[in-house]
């Protein structure tokens, strides 16, 4: 069941399917209906998207602020709400700065193929019961590849920008995102190796249920330190403070972007943003249990897929306060720092997980123990 | 592999430079083949304004060299032109001014690692930082009306005597930092990143760092146990008991954890001040320290005339200021504007070894090794 | 691992302000903080104690300082674009008759505006009958 069907199956309670269907097969044209749903289906989705990045935002100086005995913004809306409102509509009224040297057709591509990745990470991402855009097979390894797009991207923004920081910038990216692809990818296939399948919602079902009735069945108790290098090698992914080399302002100013402003800095930025959110709600489903959740039976069924949405939710926030927590914690490390960690450290650790997983599900598959 | 070099200029506009500095980097790859450091973005001609100037009028320039730490500033100037006419200090008015300098003190580590902090990408030491920082700037309001450029220390005592209610206030000051010192140390001291990132980072021996003319906490990281303060005492630091704090690693960590030590030595030292302080006697007349007509003291200033003419010579003094030893050397000739006066001061002579501890390292390491250091370019470049 | 999370735990310590550790922003337009009276903002200076002999106007640093026809008197005029707030000229008054008021809010868009003339600066204490 994805969110194609749980709209289908809400028109249909309205009554309102079947009427419409007719209307569309009388000019023998149901797919347009099909295209007109998938759109409300993706717009929808970005409008959630963009709406929690734009809170993020809000929330990451909040937390900052809260840390650091500060207020953070007060002044626009409620508790300073609005900023991030107040944020796009400035960053619209910036000068476009193209950079005379710069080749001008990257330059201006490169902001997009940030994003667009960013936004389409999200398509087999179950936020609950039902509320999936696309039940992908092969979901996990679809997100490992549409992420692994962006340090081309930001490779493009480096080289296309024709300075020298951005380009030392956009260098250590693609150093650092190749590196912890892999760990990233070796610990979700200790998963997959619990659940037999690539599709997250299977990998979210297999996750029901609780052992003893008391602990939920998450692969965080099964994979623990699969789940912390998970967990790391995605906060290297989304280029946050301990591992944020792509910025790094002390050093090479503000890394890639360092020529952009205006609304293509603002993209850099809602695709970093986006980038934390997605990253989070794959960590919550891959090892927090997704959406699961103690659901009451006496819920009508409609409400379902929103109790879910809540669980998921609140999951996906905690990690995302924990990332925020910690880059108020600690300072960066250092590139070759960083190198070493990612080969010499996570990627053995992991394989080495991933082997005791092997071991562990052949064992429990045939029945040795 | 056979790489082109490349030139990196890291400044002069740059987050991390603490100011206007710039480092024109000769790179393979990312390691640093050379360093040189060009300099005089933020010169203002401070030394010939001491031309210029009366030897009183020149107390507020002295403020804007280091302005972090300004009261030590005030005091080097001042003890120069009172070692130069020979005038006596009343014992309350070098109280005050250890106690003010002590404060300083406090104020300019705490932003010293605070911004430290910050180049390494952790921006919650500098934001803790300077709550306490606004406490100590409070107090120094309250003491001479001024929060960073104090002009407090004059020729023959301090500009006024304290206010009420600043003991307390300042007692207050200490106990509460004595608190956040250990919650600046729970946040960094043992943290792995920073630690990765500070030992045996821009090590420097102390044979080098003497070479160099290194003073203060960068070259006591070095395991030179050297501070004016003991060595050559001034005021009434000989009465007092405080430590010298030594690391003898020479690394950034080493230089980083004697300023953390030195923190503590200082509210010690506050601590002793408030303690034997001798009490004030009745403050005669003169609102002001510097009597107006008639020749009459008050307890925190001695008579320091208007129209000041110290005897013909010349004078080198010098002081242990938070960043090292910051001594003025001062040529008279007899009229009432000294004929030259020259600084020496330490973030310039500190900034000097600079080169030398990042060669072979990267950029990273420059900017932490550069943090530790602890340049404020308004003094670098007078 | 251990030292960071000794640093999570501090830091989470003043997310919840367990311990005094309350927030100290003070949002400025709309409060302010305390001056402390000897605070050195613009200067005023007193109609009735000042004598115009200029020799705040000698002893200031910058020359922010000169000596005006105002009305039938002479009086200091500041430039506060030039001013670096010392507190010589209140130091070296002869009738104590130059003070530093708690303003500092000083900012103008005009360098004209920033020449305070003795219109500006002047008050007369009121005198006890």
């Known amino acids: 069941m994805n969110a194609y069907e749980l709209i289908v199956n809400i028109l249909t309670a309205l009554g309102a399917y079947e009427p419409v269907l007719n209307i569309f097969k009388a000019h023998g044209a149901e797919y347009v209906l099909k295209v007109i749903i998938v759109f409300v289906e993706i717009v929808v989705l970005m409008a959630f998207v963009l709406v929690t990045v734009m809170f993020l935002t809000w929330m990451e100086r909040k937390v900052v602020a809260m840390v650091q005995v500060r207020y953070g913004p007060m002044v626009t809306g409620p508790r300073g709400l609005l900023q991030p409102v107040m944020d796009g509509i400035k960053l619209m009224g910036k000068e476009d700065i193209i950079p005379e040297k710069a080749d001008k057709w990257l330059f201006t591509l490169a902001p997009f193929i940030v994003f667009i990745p960013a936004i389409l990470v999200f398509v087999p991402i179950p936020f609950g019961d039902y509320l999936i855009i696309s039940d992908l097979r092969v979901g996990l390894l679809y997100i490992i590849a549409i992420s692994a797009i962006s340090p081309v991207a ?12 951005s380009l030392l910038g956009a260098m250590r990216a693609v150093a650092q995102d190749i590196s912890y692809t892999i760990p990233l990818a070796l610990a979700a296939i200790a998963v997959v190796l619990f659940t037999g399948s690539l599709s997250t919602v299977d990998i979210v079902n297999a996750q029901s249920g ?40 002390s050093e090479l100013v503000a890394g890639f972007f360092i020529e952009y402003s205006g609304m293509k ?31 009451p039976s006496f819920l009508p069924a409609f409400a379902v897929p929103l109790v879910s949405l809540v669980y998921f939710l609140i999951k996906t926030y905690a990690v995302i306060f924990f990332a925020m927590w910690l880059r108020d914690t600690v300072p960066r490390v250092r590139i070759d720092q960083l190198l070493n960690l990612g080969w010499k450290i996570m990627v053995p650790l992991a394989l080495l997980n991933l082997l005791v997983t092997g071991f562990l599900v052949t064992i429990l598959a045939n029945g040795v123990i | 592999m056979e790489t082109d070099e490349l030139i990196i200029n890291l400044g002069p506009v740059h987050p991390s430079t603490h100011g206007v500095l710039r480092f024109k980097l000769r790179m393979d790859g990312e390691i640093i083949k050379d360093c040189r450091i060009v300099l005089g973005y933020l010169h203002r001609g401070t030394e010939k304004l001491g031309e210029m100037k009366t ?181 009434i630091y000989p009465d007092i008991d405080f430590r010298v704090c030594v690391r003898s690693e020479g690394d950034s960590y080493a230089r980083y954890m004697v300023r953390i030590d030195e923190m503590k030595e200082s509210l010690h030292i506050l601590r002793q001040v408030v303690d034997t302080m001798p009490k004030a006697e009745v403050v005669s007349s003169p609102k002001y320290g510097i009597a107006p007509m008639t020749g009459t003291a008050s307890t925190v200033m001695t008579y320091f005339p208007r129209i000041f003419t110290p005897p013909q010579g010349e004078v080198y003094s010098r002081i242990e200021a938070p960043k090292g030893e910051l001594g003025f050397y001062i040529v008279s000739d007899g009229t009432t504007k000294p004929y030259r006066v020259k600084i020496r001061s330490p973030s310039f ?34 | ?68 026809k105002y009305g039938t008197r002479w009086f200091p005029q500041f430039n506060i674009g030039m001013c670096m707030f010392c507190g010589l000229c209140v130091d070296v008054c002869p009738m104590n008759a130059i003070k530093m008021t708690g303003n500092y809010e000083l900012a103008d868009y005009t360098r004209e505006s920033l020449i305070y003339t003795p219109e500006r600066l002047l008050f007369s204490k009121e005198v006890k009958q």
Request: charged letters at 20%; a negative charge.
């Open chain 1, 265 to 295: 800095f603002a993209m850099f930025f809602l695709a970093e943003y986006a980038h934390l959110f997605a990253v989070s709600a794959i960590v919550v489903t891959l090892f927090l249990g997704g959406w699961n959740g103690p659901i």
């Open chain 1, 154 to 165: 930001i490779l493009l923004a480096g080289w296309a920008s024709n300075n020298k920081y």
């Open chain 1, 210 to 249: 609780t052992w003893f009735g008391i602990i939920p069945k998450w692969f965080i108790f099964l994979q623990p330190l699969g789940f912390i290098l998970f967990l790391i090698a995605s906060i290297a992914e989304m280029g946050r403070i301990p591992f944020d080399f792509q910025e790094s302002e």
């Open chain 3, 1 to 68: 691992m251990s030292g960071i999370i000794k640093g999570l735990i501090v830091t989470m310590k003043h997310v919840l302000h367990i311990g005094n550790r309350p927030t100290v922003t003070i949002q400025y337009p709309y409060e302010r903080m305390k001056l402390s009276p000897r605070f050195r903002g613009l200067h005023a200076v007193d109609e009735n104690a000042c004598i115009g002999c200029g020799i705040c106007e000698v002893n200031c640093p910058n020359g922010t300082i000169t000596i005006v």
């Open chain 2, 349 to 382: 002579c500190n900034l000097t070894a600079i080169p030398e501890m990042v060669k072979g390292l990267k950029i990273p390491d420059l900017i932490a090794a550069f943090g530790t250091i602890d340049v404020v370019l308004g003094d670098v470049d007078r």
């Open chain 2, 55 to 235: 030897y009183l009028q020149f107390v507020p320039y002295t403020d804007r060299l280091d302005y972090i730490s300004a009261m030590p500033n005030n005091y080097a100037y001042v003890k120069a032109v009172e070692e130069l006419a020979g005038i006596e200090v009343p014992l309350r008015a070098e109280y005050i001014r250890v106690l003010a300098m002590e404060l300083n003190r406090i104020v300019n580590h705490i932003v010293s690692i605070g911004s430290l902090l910050l180049d390494l990408g952790a921006t919650t030491m500098i934001m803790w930082g300077f709550r306490e920082r606004e406490n100590a700037l409070q107090l120094f309001e309250m003491l001479c009306g001024a929060r960073m450029t104090f002009n407090y220390i004059k020729p023959g005592g301090v500009r006024e005597d304290i206010p009420d209610g600043f003991i307390p206030k300042l007692n207050e000051f200490i106990d509460d930092m004595e608190k956040r010192i250990v919650d600046y140390e729970q946040l960094i001291n043992d943290n792995e990143i920073f630690l990765m990132r500070m030992k045996k980072i821009g090590v420097i021996s102390a044979e080098d760092a003497v070479n160099y003319g290194m003073t203060g906490p960068a070259l006591r990281g070095s395991g030179v146990n050297y501070d004016i303060r003991k060595y050559e005492p001034y005021s």
